[in-house]
Every structure is written in structure tokens, then in C-alpha cells.
């Protein structure tokens, strides 16, 4: 019975080095060097401080703030909880929850009733933590930020533009706006008053 077992056992032994430890390693290893930033954490720092990440979404409610997309990960933004609704297509509760979600974007942003809104304005990530919205989503925010700022919405309109990125590899997905990065650059370029 024993020299059955034997393979049996020196290959789980095997594996679990080598799956466990070897491969793990490496990896890390190789991401550490070719992708330093990106593999710890894409951290953004301010003044010293860590402010958050480039690649988790975080809550911003300030008029004077892009927001991001909704989020329902916990109670919002909350990386230990993250997850979307997992509600389809045909779920009453989606709907009713769509429809509240444009109408307080609509009102927050003084957007006519019925006005379109992007999807990702009124549609929670799969994640919960999309750090991204799109360059319309940003576009209908601009005079909310612009007015709460004191700026001209010309200047912040500027300032979304040149924190836009193109689609990856010019062919995957869609341009996008990071919303911390944007309202990281609104801060050096006017604080909020008060």
C-alpha cells in the first residue's frame, strides 16, 4: 500500500512547491520589475500621504468634485465588499434602481427632466470600485464643478480633456476619465472655498 501512496503523495508534496511557492515567486518577481507600480498598488501620494489608488474607485460626494460611478461594494466604495448587484436584466428592482439613480444624477448636475445620462452615471461596475467614468459622464459634471469651484467651466473642461485617456492600445475599450487623477489636478488648479 505504501509504495502506491508514494507517488500519490511526493506528487501533491511537488505540486504544492511548486504551484505554492515557485510560481507565486516568480511572478511577483517578474511584475515587481517589469510592472513595479502597477503591482504595488498604483498608490498616489500627496503631500506624503497616500490619497488612494489609480486603479480603485473611491467616493466623492463634494459638489465641487467629479463623482464617480455608483457603487455597491458594502456601502460604497468599500474594497472589502466588492461586488456588484448581481441583479439581470428583467429584475424590476435594476430598473426602479436605474431610474432613481438618473433622476438624482439629472438633479444634482441641473440637467433637464429626461435628459439623457451616460450609462455609467446610473449603472454600478462589476466591481464596485471602477476608478473610471466616461468623458460624457465628465463632460455633463463640468458646470456643477465649475460653479462650486469658481472656475470657468472653459478651464475645467480643459482639465478633463487632458486627463482623458484614449482607449488602450487604440483599439480596446473606451476613453476614459480616472476621477481621482481629475480631481487631483481641479485641487492644484483651485481649492474649493471655505
Avoid at 426602479?96 to 438618473?102: C, H, K, N, P, T
Avoid at 438633479?107 to 449603472?123: H, Y
Avoid at 472656475?151 to 483599439?171: D, I, K, M, S, Y
Amino acid at each position: 500500500m505504501f509504495r502506491q501512496m508514494r507517488p500519490a503523495v511526493v506528487s501533491v508534496l511537488a505540486f504544492m512547491v511548486l504551484l505554492g511557492v515557485v510560481f507565486p515567486g516568480a511572478i511577483t518577481a517578474v511584475s515587481q520589475v517589469a510592472f513595479r507600480r502597477q503591482a504595488s498598488g498604483s498608490l498616489i501620494e500627496r503631500g506624503g500621504r497616500i490619497v488612494g489608488s489609480e486603479l480603485i474607485g473611491q467616493r466623492f460626494s463634494s459638489p465641487g468634485t467629479f463623482h464617480p460611478r455608483p457603487s455597491a461594494a458594502g456601502d460604497g466604495y468599500d474594497a472589502a465588499a466588492s461586488g456588484g448587484t448581481n441583479l439581470g436584466p428583467t429584475s424590476r428592482k435594476l430598473v426602479e434602481g436605474i431610474r432613481d439613480l438618473a433622476a438624482a444624477y439629472r438633479a444634482e448636475n441641473r440637467l433637464r427632466e429626461g435628459a439623457p445620462v451616460p450609462a455609467d452615471a446610473v449603472t454600478r461596475s462589476g466591481s464596485g470600485l471602477d476608478p473610471d467614468i466616461s468623458p460624457a459622464n465628465a463632460e455633463l459634471q463640468v458646470a456643477r464643478v465649475a460653479k462650486a469651484r469658481g472656475l470657468p467651466e472653459e478651464a475645467v473642461r480643459r482639465l478633463v480633456a487632458r486627463n482623458t485617456r484614449g482607449r488602450q492600445f487604440g483599439v480596446l475599450g473606451e476613453a476614459r476619465v480616472n476621477v481621482l487623477l481629475l480631481n487631483l489636478a481641479l485641487d492644484r488648479e483651485a481649492k474649493l472655498p471655505g
